[in-house]
């Protein structure tokens, strides 16, 4: 051998070594006997020994007690010649700690070619193994899911179509997958697939969507939709994932509740309606007998008198807010703004002998216009008032706060007072139908904040209080815009 050929061996052996202790799989050589005779960084990494420590050990070091009886199987495979490709085991790290391992075991022969070693590559194969058990726990959890799950490209084409797909549309997945989503969509409906597109490539989720979409057979269905994009590992979108919920019988059953409600509210507002008349009556000739015979009446019958004097007057009351309050359910939703300043000065100039009579301080700042009815506005500002002024502390007049301001896609209300206070426990309570906190120390029918949390459900708002006993109360109402 010349020296040259000498310096080409010295730097392919160079070029070598420097290729095995950059790889990121674990390189090991080792004799026939299982004598270790080198080892890589990686393996360092991997099995948490140094070179030091593991040349000249035996191999058998990594390998867990239950499975000493591959070595001697994969000893016969190199004698032979042969090579062992992607042998999946398990190893022991240093620490005792078991590892996913896929090994590549080549035979290391000599100039004659007879076989004196091995190379070892090794690659631990625990995330992957994980991530195949994770994939298969959802493959199993998407067929056996009750909803309908999709998977589609950004150009629409089905990808993936679960059992529950195929029960609810009728389509099997060998006649969907490679299709475009539109075959489900009616055709009236088509304009909103380049919508949920668009809105999907900006990486954007569509939560409970609730539309139309048919069926093999023409059928068509109430659906809820959920979709999200699906990225890849670089964290592009390249697809989406929809799932779908057969609403069908849910729609139906509200549909009927919805008039099952109506026909109740409206049976209810024919009857307080109606009962206006003859309560009016009552009232009015009660009051006359006790104009005309309160002096020539004594005793018992001068007690009744007056008990139906009061019982018509409490009766007129609850018929008037019962009529209100089937009302705020009847009447036509309003969008248009409301000019929430006007409705607050007129509703304040309505109450006025009540704030005088109480002496009531009232304090206001600008308030924004708001999406609603004006005489809904209206009847909210005025209950909510005319509470602060009721239930007002008897050592102090009543003060009452007005504010309100635009919050995101919402407009928010609060009216604040200095009176008697709610107990926490009660703060739910207080706007359901006839409940009252004060029998006999306030007069009231119970249905004033009723309706207000009618009023606010039908523009899809919210109401609440914040309140302590003895020190006061802040109602607060909000109105999407």
């Known amino acids: 051998m010349t020296i040259t050929d000498r310096l080409d061996d010295e730097r392919a052996a160079l070029l070598f070594r420097a290729i095995v202790d950059s790889s990121d799989d674990a390189i090991i050589s080792r004799t026939l006997n299982g004598t270790i005779t080198s080892w890589n960084y990686a393996a360092e990494r991997l099995f948490g020994y140094t070179a030091e420590e593991a040349i000249g050990q035996c191999i058998t070091i990594l390998i867990p007690p239950g499975r000493t009886q591959e070595e001697p199987a994969i000893i016969a495979e190199l004698k032979q010649g042969h090579r062992v490709e992607h042998f999946e085991t398990v190893r022991q790290r240093k620490d005792g700690s078991l590892i996913d391992i896929s090994f590549t075991i080549s035979p290391v022969k000599d100039r004659t070619g007879t076989v004196i070693g091995a190379s070892q590559i090794a690659r ?19 067929d056996s899911s009750e909803d309908a799950i999709i998977s589609k490209s950004l150009e629409g084409i089905i990808t993936s179509w679960n059992k529950a797909a195929e029960r609810l549309f009728g389509y099997t997945a060998d006649e969907v997958i490679g299709k475009s989503i539109t075959i489900l969509i009616p055709p009236e409906r088509l304009d909103e697939e380049p919508a949920i597109l668009a809105r999907l490539r900006r990486g954007e989720r569509v939560d409970h969507f609730e539309t139309v979409r048919r069926r093999k057979d023409g059928k068509r269905l109430d659906i809820s939709l ?11 979108i390249i697809g989406a994932s929809k799932i779908a919920r057969d609403i069908t019988a849910a729609k139906s059953v509200e549909a009927q509740m919805r008039q099952a409600n109506k026909a109740l509210e409206q049976f209810a507002f024919s ?3 109606d009962l206006q008349e003859p309560l009016r009556s009552v009232k009015i000739y009660s009051e ?10 004594t005793g ?48 304040l100039e309505g109450l006025a002998a009540a704030i005088t009579m109480s002496g009531a301080t009232i304090t206001r700042s600008p308030l924004p216009a708001t999406r609603m009815g004006y005489a809904h506005l209206q009847q909210l500002f005025q209950n909510i008032i005319s509470n602060a002024l009721k239930y007002r502390a008897k050592d102090r007049p009543p003060t009452v706060a007005i504010r309100g301001e635009r919050r995101g896609d919402r407009c928010v209300f609060a009216i604040s007072d200095n009176g008697i206070g709610i107990d926490p426990q009660y703060k739910e309570n207080i706007f359901g139908l006839f409940k009252r906190l004060h029998h006999g120390e306030y007069e009231g029918t119970g249905i004033g904040l009723a309706i207000c949390q009618r009023i606010v459900d039908r523009y899809h708002g919210s109401i609440w209080v914040e309140s302590e006993p003895g020190h006061g109360s802040t109602f607060w109402f909000s109105i999407p815009v």
């Open 124 to 142: 631990d194969t625990s995330l992957s193994r994980i991530a195949e058990r994770n994939s298969r726990l959802l493959s199993a959890i998407v």
């Open 300 to 347: 018992d019958g001068l007690v009744y008198l007056r008990f139906l004097r009061s019982g018509a007057s409490r009766m007129e009351s609850l018929v008037r807010d019962l009529l209100a309050y089937t009302r705020a359910a009847n009447e036509e939703t309003q969008t248009e703004l409301a000019d929430a300043d006007q409705a607050l000065t007129e509703t």
């Open 226 to 236: 959920t979709i999200s994009p699906v990225r890849d590992a670089y964290g592009r």
């Open 288 to 297: 006359l007998l006790m104009q005309e015979y309160e002096e020539k009446l």
């Open 271 to 273: 009857v307080t309606h």
